[in-house]
């Protein structure tokens, strides 16, 4: 029995990973109720892992998961049942009665659950996070984490936003081209989170992230092609695939971090590239310059060594200076200070990089110390910049990335 409960659980995390974000896509666009969803969604599961190890794993695990959900759904219906929620009811008995869904056959409609999360009527600081637990199942400490709230807070202000979409009917559908403009920013901002948490991860070994990094660029490319003349949906998408395409030389052969100037740019993607290029070259047509296409700027500027020239240090201080002025976040800052390093000296980095001190969030950001560090050391302070590793050392946890900062200090210092 435990060796099927083994394979039962393993069928059921890799559903999760794959379809999560499609069945309560499904499930939500015919109640409008996404916590119900959720809820119906998580019951199936809880099925699943009781019932699979006995009766073994369906060929067709989300529609065995789907159909499960539906019936929940029902029941949730048919004990709420009105006058007014009994045209859903008889809406989603009628949907009972269609063909068979399968894999293969089951719509998407995840991008009508996303801008659903997006509308106006939602609380603007609650659009991503809730696009983020909806989509992809994240836990809301989870979130929590990357939003730089309490667990208790993030929790309390999904469960608000679920319960006024059901309560003001918000429609779950894409906006008209007049309304698209204005839930776009929080659907590209979803879209980047779940990217960046994917690549977070750069051996792929999280099972929790995993393929996270393909399904953003996946999202990108759907919402690209719904707004092909959206120069910030095409400037995200080009943003992804530039980063994407360095993932093979992110790790050395025994896994080691190799920074972005170390890499074999035999191992970058030249396809993903050419197609990054492309996006850009089509949104700089718009004439409408925005933080990604800028962010995409930056990482095309860095791919100027395929072409067998250095990396074009000024152009990328010129794009930090623009990106600064439009997106002026800290993290823009730091990476500003390193530009002007390389191309009026150390000294001037670190004197942008000082302005930077007082930002409070900035105590428990790696990167901030990482950057202080590389440029106290090639101004020659050895104590200061083997302080500044140690902070960031300390802060770290991708165990790849550790190491080197220990061998960068250990150069430094002499052990």
């Known amino acids: 029995m435990d060796d099927r409960s083994d394979i039962a659980r393993a069928a059921a995390e890799v559903a999760a990973r794959r379809s999560y974000g499609k069945l309560v896509a499904w499930l939500a666009a015919r109640t409008r109720d996404v916590a119900g969803a959720e809820d119906a969604l998580a019951d199936a599961f809880a099925a699943a892992l009781e019932r699979w190890p006995r009766t073994g794993v369906p060929a067709q695990p989300e529609a065995w998961l ?4 539906r019936r929940r759904d029902v029941d949730a219906v048919r004990r709420r049942l009105t006058g007014e ?40 600081s609650v659009r991503a996070p809730l696009i983020l637990q909806t989509i992809l199942g994240f836990d809301a400490a989870t979130i929590a984490s990357a939003f730089l709230v309490s667990p208790a807070t993030m929790g309390q202000r999904l469960v608000r936003a679920k319960a006024r979409i059901r309560e003001t009917g918000i429609p779950f559908r894409v906006p008209e081209q007049a309304e698209l403009g204005h839930r776009l920013g929080s659907v590209l901002e979803a879209i980047y989170a779940t990217f960046a948490e994917g690549w977070a991860d750069a051996t792929g070994t999280d099972t929790r992230r995993r393929n996270l990094a393909t399904e953003g660029i996946w999202l990108g490319r759907l919402v690209a092609s719904l707004m092909p003349d959206e120069p910030e949906a095409l400037g995200l998408l080009a943003l992804m695939l530039f980063a994407e395409a360095r993932r093979a030389a992110r790790r050395g052969p025994e896994g080691d971090f190799v920074p972005l100037a170390e890499q074999d740019i035999a191992l970058w993607d030249d396809s993903l590239i050419d197609e990054a290029e492309a996006l ?20 095309s500027a860095h791919t100027a060594r395929r072409r067998g020239s250095g990396t074009d240090w000024a152009a990328i201080r010129q794009l930090y200076d623009a990106l600064l002025a439009v997106a002026g976040s800290p993290v823009v800052a730091i990476n500003r ?6 191309t009026e000296g150390a000294p001037a980095g670190l004197a942008a990089l000082y302005v930077l001190g007082e930002d409070k969030r900035l105590q428990d950001y790696q990167p901030y110390w990482a950057a202080r560090a590389g440029l106290l050391a090639r101004i020659g302070n050895i104590k200061y910049a083997a302080e500044a590793y140690d902070q960031a050392i300390g802060l770290e946890r991708d165990p790849a990335l550790r190491r080197f900062l220990q061998g960068e200090k250990a150069k430094l210092v002499g052990n």
């Open 66 to 69: 789907l159909s499960v959900a």
């Open 85 to 124: 929620a009994a045209r859903d009811h008889l809406q989603l008995i009628a949907e009972e009665m269609e063909a068979r869904v399968n894999g293969e056959e089951l719509p998407d409609d995840r991008l009508r659950l996303m801008f659903a999360c997006a509308h106006p009527a939602i609380e603007a």
């Open 280 to 299: 850009l070259v089509r949104a700089a047509q718009r004439k409408i310059i925005g933080r990604y296409q800028l962010e995409a700027a930056v990482q």
């Open 337 to 342: 200070a390193v530009a002007i390093a390389e």
